[in-house]
């Protein structure tokens, strides 16, 4: 008998990859964002901060409405998206992948705000004063010396992307081999009586995913602080 | 190179407004931390902005706030060495080294790497990460990057402060190079009177945010002005003219005479800066005789002024140098002394530039 019946393994993979997509897609702008929460100093950067964090403490399903009104088909932005780029959202895989980028925004953005603001600010000004334009210091001195941060930020959004739910179901629905992710899937075996062995076993999936997701976000981290120990 | 400062700017609980000119050479700004003199620093490099005010370097304006003109620091070209160094933790020594140098491109017409880490001793590190160097190496290397973006002026933030006496001893004669050899115009930050007198040609003495003596180093420090933060003295540029074994004594010639110390670790034709406080020069009205000093210059007294109330500074010319003196105002009265009198300044004890002795 194989591990995982086709079903189970279709949702694994579409998490696998919604989680990839969701990750590697905020990652530019949570970087943007944070560097101007570090760094920037203008009127508005506590609203930004607030807007920013609004998905950490919202209830999901509101994040996920939220997300239908502006990014469905008839949504400002969606309807602006498929009209000049053709890229839809609502009920397909991508949509998942945003609702997980957005839930997981905050956390990448704090991640890799720590990681700059732990940049020796006169590192940068050194750079300066050697000929870099703010550019140039941002892309030799202190996306180097983030590179440990940028790590943790992208394994974060993606376990955070794994365990998303409401937000996900809320926008995108619930559409075996388009937006059915593993939590999904559970919530749905749930439903149906008899199937407590399946549930289990994708919970168990589950937990193995993250753990290895966060163990390896250690790892790495733990690996880069010895290095930039300057072995 | 000429450089003109003119700038003013408040802080919470710190102000700064301070005006000078240096016509080029090393220029030290000289006072106790907090003073004012790494915000200077940092209005040179265009790490920090003026309230109000000017800079210009050789006559280009760098900063004028009334014009609105603020040139950021990439387009500058000061290079600037830090008491921390900053090196970068994630490249090697080499690309720290390159790293202005490749910003500043072919037409900087920068010295090449391997004359700069000839100057500086820092071939045997080039492939080591900064978090492996030693203090002293560090600052070395911070010396090499800024020298490579090949600047018109350099500016250095108290670049011993952090470091011991060993350290500071080792990384000085390195400056002295760059300043005779390479003739880079300096900014030179520090409250170490030994390192001012050392490089400086000319010094600027602040005081909380504030100006209080500008001018050459050998004029400044001779001034017995109590507000001044300088202990009075004067700075001698001279050379060693010959050296006499059996005594263990070196010759050294100046502009106004010569000067008998012990050799210590002096050779024939070696130059040096010397330095004579005012508290260990005495005066003579007539020619000693009998006396165990070695030192006896003809001199001219310049003028008198009180030093604490029983003392009197005199400024000397000796033979177009100015010698300092600190005498009670009791001897000054009895000896009748007064400006165009010819005097003798005997000199009881000389300091050294570098330590000549081990």
């Known amino acids: 008998m194989p591990l995982l019946t086709p079903l189970e393994a279709e949702a694994f993979g579409l998490s696998l990859r919604i989680g990839a997509w969701s990750a590697c897609a905020s990652l530019p702008p949570a970087l943007a964002v944070a560097w101007l929460l570090a760094r920037g100093r203008f009127r508005g950067r506590t609203l930004l901060s607030a807007i920013v964090h609004l998905p950490l403490v919202l209830p999901p399903v509101v994040t996920g409405y939220a997300l239908l009104l502006l990014f469905g088909r008839h949504g400002p932005i969606g309807a602006w998206l498929e009209s000049w780029f053709g890229i839809v959202f609502a009920f397909r895989w991508t949509g998942a992948a945003l609702a997980a980028g957005v839930m997981g925004f905050p956390l990448v953005v704090r991640a890799l705000q720590l990681s700059i603001e732990a940049v020796e600010p006169g590192l940068e000004q050194a750079a300066a004063t050697l000929g870099a334009r703010p550019i140039m210091v941002f892309l030799t001195v202190t996306l180097p010396l983030i590179v440990p941060g940028l790590l943790a930020g992208l394994l974060l959004g993606f376990a955070k992307s794994l365990g998303e739910f409401g937000a996900t179901i809320t926008f995108v629905s619930n559409i075996p081999g388009e937006t059915r992710t593993l939590p999904i899937a559970i919530y749905t075996l749930l439903q149906v009586p008899g199937t407590d062995a399946a549930v289990l076993r994708l919970s168990a999936l589950s937990v193995a995913v993250s753990v290895v997701a966060v163990f390896a976000s250690e790892m790495i981290a733990r690996r880069l602080r010895r290095r930039a120990a300057g072995a | ?358």
Not at chain 2, 144 to 164: K, N, S, T, Y
């Open chain 2, 1 to 358: 190179m000429s450089l003109s400062v003119e700038v003013a700017l408040a802080r919470p609980g710190f102000t700064l407004d301070v005006g000078f000119d240096s016509p080029g050479g090393v220029t030290a700004l000289f006072g106790r931390s907090g003073a004012g003199k790494s915000t200077i620093a940092g209005l040179l490099a265009g790490l920090v902005k003026p309230d109000r005010g000017r800079i210009l370097i050789d006559g280009e304006v760098l900063v004028d706030t009334a014009a609105g003109v603020f040139v950021p620091p990439h387009r500058r070209r000061i290079g600037s060495v830090f008491q921390d160094g900053r090196l970068f933790p994630h490249l090697t020594v080499r690309r720290n080294l390159l790293y202005g140098a490749w910003f500043q491109g072919r037409q900087a017409g920068g010295k090449p790497l391997g004359a700069i880490v000839d100057l500086l001793g820092i071939a045997h590190l080039l492939d080591r990460r900064p978090a492996t160097l030693s203090g002293g190496e560090k600052q070395r290397v911070a010396i090499g990057r800024a020298l490579l973006m090949a600047p018109r002026l350099l500016v250095l933030d108290e670049p011993l402060a952090a470091l011991d006496q060993a350290r500071k001893d080792e990384i000085l004669p390195y400056l002295e190079r760059l300043r005779d050899e390479m003739r880079l115009p300096m900014v030179y930050v520090s409250h170490s009177r030994d390192e001012v007198v050392r490089l400086a040609d000319q010094l600027v003495v602040i005081e909380a945010g504030k100006v209080v003596a500008s001018g050459p180093i050998g004029e400044v420090s001779s001034r017995f002005d109590p507000g001044g933060g300088t202990e009075p003295g004067a700075v001698l540029a001279v050379t060693v003219e010959a050296i006499d074994p059996a005594h263990g004594l070196a010759t050294l010639s100046f502009a106004g005479g010569t000067l008998c110390v012990p050799v210590g670790r002096l050779s024939v034709g070696q130059r040096l800066r010397l330095q004579i406080r005012a508290r260990d020069v005495a005066i003579a009205t007539t020619p000693p005789e009998g006396l165990s000093i070695l030192n006896v210059l003809p001199a001219t007294i310049l003028d008198l002024a009180a030093a604490g109330p029983t003392a009197v500074g005199l400024r000397l010319d000796c033979g177009g140098t100015i010698l300092v003196a600190q005498i009670t105002r009791l001897s000054a009265e009895t000896l009748a002394l007064a400006p165009g009198q010819a005097v003798h300044a005997l000199v009881k004890s000389v300091s050294f530039d570098r330590p000549p002795i081990e």
